[in-house]
């Protein structure tokens, strides 16, 4: 694999500012940065799950970085360029609620029908159960990942039918004081 740029060109630096929320100076230091972890421009999986494995040595951030790194993975190359890579981070860090509520339900809805699943909730909470191991305390109604999800799902899924559309998933997210604090995990942050 041959090297990305050294720089972004004005034109790179114009378009992502127009897709993002940082400045000139900030998108040149994210680039740089990025560089230097990945030479040739492009984030694999791999990589990327090593990156996790760093912020949360005492569990396995395994299976919610593949997780995470599909979402990010906006063309579904196998790679995550440094548009795409800048792009979520924005939104992740620094994007207004319902811009972070569009990007989780892309996280839970693992095979894109625009729905989320009882089971597709559930394979991402067990991932983030495992990353997380035993550093969080748990109220005893979600000391496991199958009751965080019950509960998730009474809250949410208003019609019963057992998956949550956009819509149900926004609202009922509005609603639950730990979904939106997790939202605003990496707010001021970057």
């Not at 019963?160 to 926004?170: P, Y």
Request: with cysteine; charged share 30%.
């Amino acid at each position: 694999m041959g090297k990305a740029q050294s720089k972004l060109s004005p034109e790179q630096l114009y378009d992502l500012q127009k897709c993002t929320y940082f400045d000139k100076k900030e998108l040149q230091q994210w680039y740089k940065g990025f560089l230097k972890d990945c030479p040739s421009g492009q984030l694999d999986k791999t990589e990327f799950q090593k990156i996790y494995k760093q912020f949360f040595p005492f569990g396995d951030p395994s299976r919610f970085a593949d997780y995470v790194f599909n979402v990010f993975d906006n063309d579904k190359n196998g790679t995550i360029d440094f548009k795409e890579f800048i792009c979520a981070l924005s939104v992740t860090s620094r994007g207004q609620i319902d811009e972070k509520l569009f990007w989780a339900f892309q996280l839970y809805d693992i095979d894109n029908d625009g729905f989320i699943t009882y089971d597709e909730m559930l394979h991402i909470v067990d991932a983030i159960y495992k990353m997380v191991g035993s550093m969080v305390k748990l109220p005893p109604d979600e000391a496991t990942p199958e009751l965080r999800v019950k509960k998730i799902f009474h809250l949410m899924d208003l019609d019963k039918d057992g998956r949550l559309s956009k819509e149900e998933f926004r609202e009922g997210s509005k609603k639950d004081p730990t979904i939106v604090q997790a939202l605003n995990l990496y707010d001021g942050l970057v």
